[in-house]
């Protein structure tokens, strides 16, 4: 597909773009007490659901997490039932349903009573943290890390994902372009948060998407503007971009009209 072409808007400065790309230098500990508090909160569920893993995945996991971004992602996978596939999708989603309501109740007990129902995740305001809770099944084995849910009533299928495949292909990307890779999917993502805040904005997991998908097209830039620059002008079809495992397209997801008004808007703010 064509290039994009930018329109004439105030830009960004370079000083914004090295701020964004800065990791917060706090995220490994926000990771670990975000564990912790989740930990100790679900384990009077150990009984009814054993061996339930707590898996960080999101920005946090894969050290793309920006300044500003104060949410944690963990998911919370119970291996008593393994979904094979389609076939069995319709009795996975009760069993389902009945962990995701027990570990709603769970967390609104012993962490937040103000936890509001769930649509994707249970999300819990705590010692100044947002921690989206995801509870989930292994998809189709246990011994690998596919997690499969059902998000809610205004969802009509469920989710697969592979949040620790993602992070392996994120730190090997990271790995081969020296670390310049991780900078700039954090400076699209503060770029993000500047022109939106709150549920409606666009996501990180798009943002994280199109930079891995468009970074083969970034090698000659040299300066992180030119890398952002490269990436949101690079020739991919957002209709067609899937995620770093090549399984899941990005126009599947919620809000990706406005995925699409960021592409264009980040291009506009970097010339």
Request: net charge negative.
């Amino acid at each position: 597909m064509p290039a994009r072409e930018p329109t004439a808007v105030s830009r960004f400065t370079d000083a914004q773009l090295e701020d964004w790309a800065a990791e917060p230098t706090d995220a490994g500990d926000v990771c670990r007490e975000a564990l912790a508090l989740i930990r100790n909160a679900l384990a009077p569920l150990e009984g009814m659901y054993p061996g339930v893993e707590l898996i960080v995945q999101g920005g946090y996991a894969n050290r793309t997490a920006v300044s500003a971004q104060s949410d944690v992602d963990v998911v919370a996978r119970w291996p008593g039932v393994v979904v094979h596939g389609t076939g069995d999708e319709d009795a996975a989603a009760e069993a389902y349903r009945s962990f995701r309501d027990d570990v709603y109740d769970t967390l609104r007990t012993q962490v937040n009573q103000a936890i509001p129902l769930p649509r994707i995740a249970c999300c819990c305001k705590v010692g100044g943290m947002s921690i989206d809770v995801v509870p989930c099944l292994p998809y189709r084995s246990g011994d690998r890390d596919d997690i499969w849910f059902w998000p809610s009533d205004h969802y009509d299928r469920p989710t697969v994902s592979w949040p620790r495949e993602i992070s392996r292909r994120i730190e090997t990307r990271d790995r081969e372009a020296s670390g310049a890779f991780r900078p700039v999917v954090r400076a699209l993502k503060g770029m993000r948060d500047d022109f939106w805040s709150g549920e409606d904005r666009v996501k990180s997991f798009a943002v994280e998407s199109l930079a891995y998908t468009a970074w083969p097209h970034v090698s000659d830039a040299q300066t992180l503007r030119e890398r952002c620059l490269a990436v949101v002008i690079a020739p991919v079809d957002l209709r067609t971009l899937t995620d770093p495992t090549g399984r899941e397209r990005i126009a599947d997801l919620p809000l990706f009209d406005a995925f699409e008004g960021f592409v264009d808007e980040a291009l506009s703010r970097l010339v």
